[in-house]
């Protein structure tokens, strides 16, 4: 298969950089942002626009307002309140998730599927950059060993559930210039895909690649992993930040979307792969940190071939995060919910990384855990 190689003048890899300039503060955490790591923060946050960003009512960690309702005796008017008694933050009531559709009805799980009877715990990044995240940013023992640290501490934390670890791959980079092809995005050569997807092996791993098209297509892009994706432990990520095709736009400039339509195709073009090589159903993460980032999320079609993951993908503060939980994955519900945490980005300004713990309280809980 022919290798689309990296330009010698090719921009420096800006896959999970963009957002930053884009943060969006969030209802209920006062003057907080959240988005994705920068390697270039000054000059990206330079474009955003205050009509980026979202009003905020209440500072982070109020407790809530009391209100009148017509409620009956014993029954709080609070959706963030089980019982007049319990308060629970955001993203972690049990009445919220429930009143949204939670627990989703989907296809009985096929033989060799992953969830809900495993947790997904995945390095993510991309070798060639050491800003793009922790699967790049330290050597591969040291990356490894400390996967399988933040694996025991999962497993630790909910012994119930086995943890499967995971690589997740940014193989299509979004870039800052249009480049050769003239698409705003870099694919990286087969060499490094399956350097590591060597590793992931070698660590009893899953490997994810991950898409962010830029001005390309992804239907034209997944043709370009078959030859991966035809493996069992293979699975796909698509991620709406980036895909600005139909906009125009350059990455950086506005955050992109997915409709229903596309990740329709997606997984249909998976759970064609699982027929025609007779593959246990694939995993699709689709990730999500704002309302327009999924258009039509009630339109996505669940097939027994495959398992959908909505992974809240914004990085700030514990509050901003579980406000985002709720507000964008827990508020239209599709199958399954992932949540990632940034090693640096989170802990800025003094915030703590949320523990597995913290992360174990939300309603309903994530079996796909992203570290970047």
């Known amino acids: 298969m022919k290798q689309l190689s990296l330009p010698s003048t090719a921009p420096t890899l800006l896959a999970a950089t963009l957002a930053f300039a884009l943060a969006l503060p969030l209802a209920g955490c006062k003057g907080e942002r959240s988005g994705e790591p920068s390697a270039e923060p000054a000059p990206l946050s330079a474009t955003a626009t205050p009509a980026l960003f979202r ?20 029954e709080s008017s609070d959706p963030e309140q089980s019982s007049p008694r319990t308060h629970y933050k955001s993203g972690e009531s049990p009445d919220v998730a429930r009143k ?22 995945a390095y993510y990044g991309n070798p060639l950059s050491k800003k793009m995240g922790i699967l790049g940013e330290l050597p591969k023992e040291e990356m490894l060993q400390r996967l399988k640290q933040e694996v025991n501490r999962w497993q630790e934390a909910d012994p119930a559930t086995p943890v499967q670890p995971a690589l997740h791959l940014v193989a299509v980079v979004a870039q800052g210039e249009p480049g050769k092809a003239e698409m705003y995005r870099m694919v990286v050569t087969d060499e490094i895909v ?96 704002t309302q327009h980032g999924v258009t039509n999320a009630k339109g996505i079609i669940l097939r027994p071939q495959l398992q959908i993951i909505m992974n809240m993908d914004g990085w700030g503060s514990p509050c901003l995060k579980r406000d985002s939980y709720k507000d964008y994955v827990v508020a239209e519900p599709v199958q399954y919910t992932g949540f990632k945490l940034f090693y640096h980005n989170d802990t800025k300004g003094g915030n703590r990384l949320m523990s597995p713990k913290d992360l174990l309280k939300l309603n309903p809980q994530p079996l796909y855990i992203q570290y970047q």
Not at 55 to 74: D, E, I, L, R, Y
Not at 108 to 119: A, C, D, V
């Open 100 to 121: 949204n559709g939670w627990p989703v009805i989907s296809p009985p799980p096929l033989p060799g599927s992953i969830l809900p009877h495993r947790r997904i715990v």
């Open 194 to 289: 399956n350097r590591v997807y060597q590793w992931a092996r070698e660590a009893h791993a899953l490997l994810f690649i991950d898409i962010q098209t830029g001005h390309d297509d992804i239907r034209k892009l997944l043709p370009r992993f078959e030859w991966l994706l035809k493996n069992p432990d293979v699975h796909l990520g698509m991620d709406p930040e980036f895909n600005l095709g139909k906009s125009g736009k350059k990455p950086g400039s506005i955050i992109g979307t997915y409709d229903a339509a596309d990740i329709n195709y997606v997984s249909g073009y998976l759970a064609d792969l699982v027929q025609r090589y007779r593959l246990p159903p694939k995993l699709l993460i689709v990730h999500r940190f």
């Open 55 to 74: 009003s905020v009512t209440t500072a982070c960690g109020a407790p809530p307002f009391p209100t009148v309702s017509n409620s009956h005796p014993g």
